[in-house]
């Protein structure tokens, strides 16, 4: 029932910005929480970020004070802006709704971060 199209992912130097998208299908976004994951080759898919339907945000220790997440309901749109970026925040992004007791997930946009 519910599309999550990712975008904004792709090569980046360290200490590079890079803003990504997230778009959902339907109106109805603006009273979930949405989430931006992670997975880097190897590793387990993380949480990055997550963001409340009143606009409270949380954030992984290892991206704290680099990255904003943010939202825009008439746009059925969540954020994520990435700054001072650095080689380990190289992976596929991942956009996450839970509708329990469904997950649902985007196909991921990837950021990679080299000189």
């Known amino acids: 029932q519910v599309q999550l199209v990712e975008s904004g992912g792709g090569l980046v130097q360290p200490g590079g910005s890079l803003r990504l998208s997230c778009v959902a299908s339907g109106s109805i976004i603006s009273i979930y929480a949405m989430d931006w994951y992670r997975q880097a080759p190897g590793k387990r898919r993380e949480l990055v970020a997550s963001?409340?339907?009143?606009?409270?945000?949380n954030y992984a220790n290892a991206v704290k004070g680099r990255i904003t997440i943010s939202r825009d309901n008439a746009k059925n749109t969540v954020y994520l802006q990435m700054n001072s970026l650095k080689p380990e925040d190289t992976a596929v992004y991942y956009c996450?709704?839970?509708?329990?007791?469904?997950?649902?997930w985007g196909k991921g946009t990837l950021v990679t971060v080299s000189s």
């Open positions: 996450h709704l839970l509708v329990a007791p469904m997950n649902y």
């Open positions: 963001i409340t339907s009143t606009g409270r945000t």
